[in-house]
């Protein structure tokens, strides 16, 4: 199955579009494995899919991550994300997309602005030859983000904010999902109306940032990367499940 095709299975079977930010943080690297674990198992059901960061990578090392949470999620029929921001030259971009999808991650997050020739080219490659998923940011959710993302871009003779670039690039990429802040719902509205109803949107910065799931998934966003909203709780298992929404994610 295809990425996409294995997160729509996990939301439709845990009627869900919370994605986890399993951004777990501890000294000790058993310990730290341990929670995760834990984590998972108690949020399973409430959730379509696990996003990594590289503060896990970090700690644990690719192929501690690979044996034992990628493999977890898989046996709980949960794709992963690698959210490695990947933003360098098209050598360097290829070997860390080869590296994490070949260690058994299902997508990875990239940032669009190193651009397509000798920059995404080669990720894109990477994943549509192994039926992974590539992930687009195109509006972060924290505040400082409009300084760059609101910036008038020119393109094609016609002026537009970036991020509404960066969503058109997406599309003609033929990318499996864009990344859109919760915090601003009405740029979400924008960029649905940009990108057509078949392209997932994934909204983080619910809950902790100040962003509101529901009026995320209004304004058009198709699946929540929660993260301190969930393992911050004192029981992880009820956050988890008091965002799950909507019965149906939207169709992609
Ligand atoms: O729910 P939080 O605030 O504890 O965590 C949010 C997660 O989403 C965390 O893992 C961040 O790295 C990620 N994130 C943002 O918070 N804002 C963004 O604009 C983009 C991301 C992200 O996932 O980028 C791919």
């Known amino acids: 199955m295809s990425f996409e095709e294995k997160i729509l299975a996990a939301a439709s079977k845990n009627q869900t579009r919370t994605v986890l930010a399993l951004d777990l943080e501890d000294?000790?690297?058993s310990r730290l494995l341990e929670k995760s674990r834990v984590l998972i198992?108690?949020?399973?059901d409430s959730i379509c899919a696990i996003k990594i960061n590289r503060q896990l990578?970090?700690?644990?090392?690719?192929?501690?991550?690979?044996?034992?949470?990628?493999?977890?999620?898989?046996?709980?029929?949960?794709?992963?994300?690698?959210?490695?921001?990947?933003?360098?030259v098209g050598?360097?971009?290829?070997?860390?997309?080869?590296?994490?999808?070949?260690?058994?991650?299902d997508a990875i997050i990239a940032s669009p602005i190193v651009g397509w020739e000798n920059g995404l080219d080669k990720v894109f490659e990477a994943a549509n030859s192994r039926g992974r998923g590539v992930l687009l940011l195109t509006y972060?959710?924290?505040?400082?983000?409009?300084?760059?993302y609101s910036l008038v871009t020119k393109r094609n003779?016609?002026?537009?904010?970036?991020?509404?670039?960066?969503?058109n690039l997406a599309v003609e990429w033929k990318a499996q999902g864009v990344i859109?802040?919760?915090?601003?719902p009405q740029i979400i509205s924008r960029v649905r109306q940009l990108i057509g109803s078949g392209m997932p949107i994934f909204s983080p910065g619910v809950g902790a940032q100040?962003?509101?799931?529901?009026?995320?998934?209004?304004?058009?966003?198709?699946?929540?990367?929660?993260?301190?909203?969930?393992?911050?709780?004192?029981?992880?298992?009820t956050a988890a499940h008091a965002f799950r929404m909507e019965p149906e994610p939207i169709s992609t």
């Open 140 to 148: 972060m959710s924290n505040p400082g983000a409009d300084a760059f």
């Open 41 to 44: 198992q108690s949020v399973k």
């Open 180 to 184: 859109v802040g919760a915090t601003r």
């Open 157 to 167: 003779g016609g002026e537009k904010p970036m991020f509404e670039t960066l969503a």
């Open 57 to 88: 990578i970090l700690a644990l090392g690719v192929r501690t991550v690979a044996d034992n949470i990628i493999k977890l999620a898989h046996d709980l029929s949960l794709p992963t994300i690698m959210d490695a921001k990947l933003n360098d």
């Open 210 to 237: 100040g962003g509101d799931a529901r009026r995320a998934v209004q304004a058009g966003a198709t699946y929540l990367i929660v993260g301190r909203a969930i393992y911050a709780s004192p029981d992880p298992r």
């Open 91 to 105: 050598h360097t971009n290829e070997f860390m997309a080869r590296t994490y999808f070949d260690s058994g991650f």
């Open 27 to 29: 000294s000790d690297s």
